[in-house]
């Protein structure tokens, strides 16, 4: 059995359902025995890092988490959750914008998509985008450089030696200004645990083959 682990901040059906297109059996659990007997396991996520990582703790899914030694996908947010911190703190209140410590299980950081560009850069990355480079990590087994994939975030992981995929990103808040824009890292891997910034949910076919990539392949 593949699980999903239920972040309680996730919209979590159309992962579950495409899932099960593919003819593979998947449930929603936050049961850390269920989870630790799972084939493979998903970790998915929207809303912020803080809250995500809030969550987890309550229910002690983050020890649980690390502990695994199966195959883990993490997706969009749960990517991001499998880093060491984020800059994606709570919007409002006495904690705004305070640095969030994650699961700790890739060793590199996640920050605003402006952190380290001269003109700023129009956020949420909204749409789709190709890959301008990727490892031969099995995940992208069939994939190819041109194929698109479906992005929402404004935060992401900087190209360091865990990046398994690279895109990049140079749509302006200004519409006057051109240049190189910010190449982030589409995924990255450790280990037994990879995650992918974009929805392979949402991304159609070449989605489903990511999926089902993940899903087929061996501890």
């Known amino acids: 059995m593949n699980i999903i682990i239920d972040t309680g901040c996730a ?31 998903f970790l998915p996520g929207v809303g912020t890092a803080s809250h995500a990582m809030k969550n987890l703790v309550e229910r002690e899914l983050d020890v ?6 199966q195959p883990v996908l993490g997706i969009c947010l749960g990517m991001q959750l499998l880093t060491e911190q984020s800059q994606e703190g709570p919007l409002l209140g006495d904690h705004a914008n305070q640095v969030i410590d994650c699961l700790g299980i890739i060793p ?7 952190a380290n560009v001269d003109q700023p850069l129009r956020v949420p990355h909204m749409g789709w985008n ?10 992208f087994k069939n994939i190819a450089l041109n194929d698109y994939f ?6 992401g992981a900087p190209i ?4 398994i995929a690279r895109c990049q990103y140079n749509s302006y808040a200004d519409p006057q200004t051109s240049g190189e824009g910010i190449e982030f890292s ?3 891997a450790k280990d037994n645990f990879c995650g992918v910034q974009f929805h392979p949910e949402r991304s159609g076919r070449l ?11 061996n501890p």
Do not use: C, M
Request: charged letters at 20%; proline letters at 1%.
């Open 160 to 163: 360091s030696e865990f990046t």
């Open 150 to 155: 479906y992005y929402v975030h404004s935060y």
């Open 11 to 41: 919209n979590l059906s159309s992962l579950k359902f495409a899932i099960e297109r593919l003819g593979f059996k998947v449930e929603i659990s936050a049961d850390k025995s269920l989870i630790n007997s799972a084939d493979k396991v």
């Open 207 to 217: 989605g489903s083959q990511l999926i089902k990539n993940f899903l087929e392949t």
């Open 130 to 139: 190709s890959s301008s480079s990727f490892s031969d990590h099995p995940i």
């Open 108 to 114: 590199t950081r996640i920050e605003s998509l402006n």
């Open 186 to 188: 589409a995924a990255i």
């Open 64 to 69: 649980t988490i690390k502990a695994l030694t």
